[in-house]
């Protein structure tokens, strides 16, 4: 197993899996989708790390017959179906348990996984006995912990807390006499949007190799966000430029069906103009909004931006990671196109959604004919 499994959701564009890949990436998958992406993009199925909270009997049954390095169980129930999969197919899945360890990550509520009572992991206190479940099952072949507390954590005593109590539980484990191999020490690591202060990735890395040694395991560790989100922008037209009461606010062609974390989370992402601005243009405090039917389809709001019009082109920063994959048709908008740069040279890695496409998937029934 590589050290390193890139988590597909952060980006899933097959250019992108398969740079990482070539860079000597495994890959963190979700899905029956993510689990046939990583393929196609080359990952070899040994390399990939099977996580999640609601796998289905249809997408184990596929990962155990592609052969998959790793099922992060999150339940007791996922244990048995898990088992159960493996029988009928006559071989073993490898499984590592994720840990609830009761750790605040300190991030935005929706994207903290790691403490009690959200719907991760498994409680730390009811880990020795599952476990002994797991060495017992038929089917099951448990090779380790894992844990991964939330996405976009600034501050790294978190991970300390949650990697200290995988830890003690690896210890407990042992000296149940349980040789416990592997642990998977989730995502996590965030970025700089605006001014949040993540600690440097050595620091992390650091933290990472402490944690190995002590127990002398191979660790895993399952970044997005950091390796995608800074290699993004979402370029977008200025459409309109209006007055809404006091505010200037321009009317742009992408929206929160392009890009949702705004909306969702109401996460901050730089937004510039492309041209350079002439020196000494005065900005005005501008509200960046989509074309779409809700208040909450705004980008930004409040930047300070030089006198825009219809026409011009702004840059979105950072969308790389939770940007196109959380992306939808909402107001029957195509899915925007994305390219990927190298140096000079464009390549076109997802062309635009058209219209055809879009109306396609639907179907009227024969009775309205
Ligand atoms: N491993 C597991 C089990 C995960 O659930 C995740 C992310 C990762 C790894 C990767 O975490 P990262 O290194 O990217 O923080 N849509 C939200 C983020 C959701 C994260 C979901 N899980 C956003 O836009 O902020």
């Known amino acids: 197993m590589r050290c390193i499994c890139y988590s597909i959701k952060a980006n899933d564009n097959l250019a992108v899996i398969r740079t990482l890949a070539r860079l000597g990436s ?5 899905s029956g989708g993510e689990l046939r992406r990583a393929l196609q993009a080359g990952i070899a199925a040994e390399q990939l790390v099977f996580a999640g909270p609601g796998k ?4 184990m049954e596929l990962a155990l017959a592609s052969g998959v390095g790793q099922f992060n169980v999150e339940s007791p129930a996922e244990l048995e179906a898990l088992a159960s999969a493996a029988r009928a197919q006559g071989t073993q899945a490898p499984v590592a348990l994720r840990v609830n360890p009761d750790v605040d990550a300190e991030t935005h509520d929706k994207i903290a996984t790691g403490r009690r009572g ?14 002994a479940r797991a060495a017992a099952l038929e089917g099951i ?6 844990v991964h507390i939330g996405s976009q954590l600034s501050r790294l005593a978190p991970f300390e807390a949650a990697y ?8 407990d484990l042992r000296a149940a006499g349980y040789p416990v191999e592997r642990i998977n020490l989730g995502g996590g690591l965030g970025v700089r949007y605006r001014d949040e202060t993540p600690p440097p990735v050595e620091a992390y890395g650091a933290l990472v190799e402490r ?7 191979t660790a895993i560790i399952e970044p997005g966000r950091w390796l995608v989100a800074p290699a993004g922008v979402l370029l977008t037209r200025v459409i309109a430029v209006k007055q809404a009461g006091e505010r200037r606010c321009v009317i742009v062609d992408a929206a929160m069906n392009d890009l949702m974390r705004p909306a969702l989370y109401d996460a901050w992402h730089a937004i510039e103009p492309v041209a350079e601005p002439a020196p000494g243009v005065s900005t005005v405090e501008t509200d960046v909004a989509g074309p779409v039917c809700e208040s909450a389809d705004v980008l930004g709001r409040e930047r300070p931006l030089p006198p825009l019009a219809a026409g011009d082109l702004l840059a979105v920063r950072d969308v790389g990671a939770y940007g196109s994959v959380m992306a939808s048709t909402y107001n029957s908008r195509p899915l925007a196109a994305e390219v990927m740069v190298r140096g000079d040279a464009l390549a076109s890695i997802r062309p635009r959604q058209d219209y055809e496409t879009l109306l396609a998937r639907d179907l009227v029934p024969s009775w309205l004919a």
């Open 56 to 59: 289905t009997r249809e997408e």
């Open 141 to 146: 072949e448990p090779v380790g912990l894992a």
């Open 118 to 131: 959200d719907k991760f992991g498994i409680d730390d206190g009811d880990i020795a006995a599952l476990y």
């Open 164 to 171: 200290e109590r995988v830890i003690d539980l690896v210890e």
């Open 211 to 217: 944690v190995r040694q002590r127990i002398g395991v």
């Open 26 to 30: 495994g890959a963190d998958i979700i």
